[in-house]
């Protein structure tokens, strides 16, 4: 009798496998296309020439993509204020993630499809955001690498919608947190710019006005007593602006 009913377990486990691939096989590949955010000329302008300051114009943009006007200006302030003070060439932007490499976890049959390079389900996603490269990194879990910059939370939720996905993220590809970056707050045609340098040794505040070059607005090295209004305002956001 107990084997009897390991026998039926079995055999319930492996229908269970026939049908779920089979509901997976007729699945419309196609059909994916669908599901695509960001339009097509906006996804054909990323990857810019400077991926790190594309990374921090997506951060203050509201699209999949960065917006090609925020990017502008901050690669046209940012060049001009490292010519000001070239302490700050080797300060970059410290993003949440790389912004194209995401991790896809797929269902027992999707990955045996992948595993045989016949998951064709993401085929058109791929090729709307411009595929790199992907790989089994664990059982069940795939590297899918982008050729662009992306909102990576937007662009995995329309992976997570694929037949066979059980869900997908960004991976976190960072570099080593040395305690530098930039942030940047805008205030109308006002921006405000605060460099952090390794180590937290030392900020930097520059503003800029539309087109007009940045100016000085302060350094602070920890030295004072106190932090500058500036700094509580614009990098801790505890003073009122």
Not at 129 to 135: A, K, P
Not at 190 to 208: C, D, G, I, K, P
Request: proline letters at 4%.
């Amino acid at each position: 009798m107990k084997g009897h009913r390991f026998n039926s377990a079995a055999f319930a486990a492996a229908l269970l496998l026939i049908v779920s691939a089979s509901d997976l096989r007729a699945a419309p590949a196609a059909s994916s296309c669908n599901h695509v955010i960001g339009a097509r000329e906006e996804v054909l302008r990323t990857p810019r020439a400077d991926t790190n300051l594309e990374l921090l114009a997506l951060a203050l943009s509201g699209g999949v993509v960065a917006d090609q006007a925020i990017y502008e200006r901050l690669l046209r302030d940012v060049t001009a204020i490292r010519s000001m003070e070239t302490r700050l060439k080797s300060v970059r932007y410290l993003p949440p993630h790389d912004g194209k490499t995401m991790l896809v976890h797929l269902s027992e049959t999707a990955s045996a499809l992948f595993a045989e390079g016949k998951y064709d389900y993401w085929d058109c996603v791929n090729r709307h955001y411009g595929l790199e490269s992907t790989q089994m990194v664990e059982p069940g879990y795939v590297k899918v690498r982008l050729k662009g910059i992306y909102d990576l939370n937007a662009v995995a939720s329309v992976y997570a919608r694929l037949p066979g996905v059980l869900g997908a993220e960004p991976y976190d590809a960072r570099s080593v947190d040395h305690g530098a970056t930039i942030l940047v707050t805008r205030e109308n045609d006002e921006w405000h710019y605060v460099f952090r340098t390794q180590s937290a040794s030392a900020f930097y505040h520059f503003t800029t006005h539309g087109n007009q070059n940045p100016k000085s607005a302060g350094v602070w090295t920890g030295q004072a007593s106190s932090s500058p209004a500036w700094l509580r305002k614009y990098w801790f956001g505890t003073e009122r602006r």
